[in-house]
T-cell receptor
């Protein structure tokens, strides 16, 4: 069963615009959420996280929003740059387990 | 900085061969993980280990085994490789099961 879902397999955005990547989860016990970025032929790297006690966390151009009632989180990248083109995985965890979504391939066009 | 290394970046093996993938971390983390990444399926957990000689099955353990004889080293073994095990294999490590996982560069395995 997929406890973490990224329903958009791909997203294409123009350079300078906002990229919004979405993620939904089903397990209400998840209380820590992360986004990872993966370039081809490399392992995923941690990008940003948010605890369930917050609804927003910002780090430079990257902001993660959490809507607990909707069991939904999103990653906003503003402004998007060509170097942001990668696969983005969201992940959700509780004390015992971390689950990953299937990933969204972001392409930022110059 | 956490460093996670994997023994090979690319491997080509034949059906029925025994395959060893090794992962080494330098951060003294308790937890180590093996995932495979396939298009449209994301990262699927094969096995993880929370201590030396301890292991737990993940979501897709069939056809795989693991070994953790030393804290820094976690090996994934394909006893008899099959073509459906062609994939990208990723090792990860973390301090706790909940926190950020640090990934190695991955091993792309092709089974012919």
């Amino acid at each position: 069963d997929q406890q973490v879902k990224q329903n958009s397999p791909s997203l294409s955005v123009q350079e300078g615009r906002i990229s919004i990547l979405n993620c939904d989860y089903t397990n209400s016990m998840f209380d820590y959420f992360l986004w990872y970025k993966k370039y081809p032929a490399e392992g995923p790297t941690f990008l940003i996280s948010i605890s369930s006690i917050k609804d927003k966390n910002e780090d430079g151009r990257f902001t993660v929003f959490l809507n607990k009632s909707a069991k939904h989180l999103s990653l906003h990248i503003v402004p998007s740059q060509p170097g942001d083109s990668a696969v983005y995985f969201c992940a959700a965890s509780d004390n015992n387990d971390m689950r990953f979504g299937a990933g969204t391939r972001l392409t930022v066009k110059p | 900085d956490v460093k996670v290394t994997q023994s090979s970046r690319y491997l080509v093996k034949r059906t029925g061969e025994k395959v060893f993938l090794e992962c080494v971390q330098d951060m003294d983390h308790e937890n180590m993980f093996w995932y495979r990444q396939d298009p449209g399926l994301g990262l699927r957990l094969i096995y993880f280990s929370y201590d030396v000689k301890m292991k737990e099955k993940g979501d897709i353990p069939e056809g795989y085994s693991v070994s953790r004889e030393k804290k820094e080293r976690f090996s994934l073994i394909l006893e008899s490789a099959s073509t459906n095990q062609t994939s990208m294999y990723l090792c990860a490590t973390s301090e706790t099961l909940q926190e950020t996982q640090y990934f190695g560069p991955g091993t792309r395995l092709l089974v012919l």
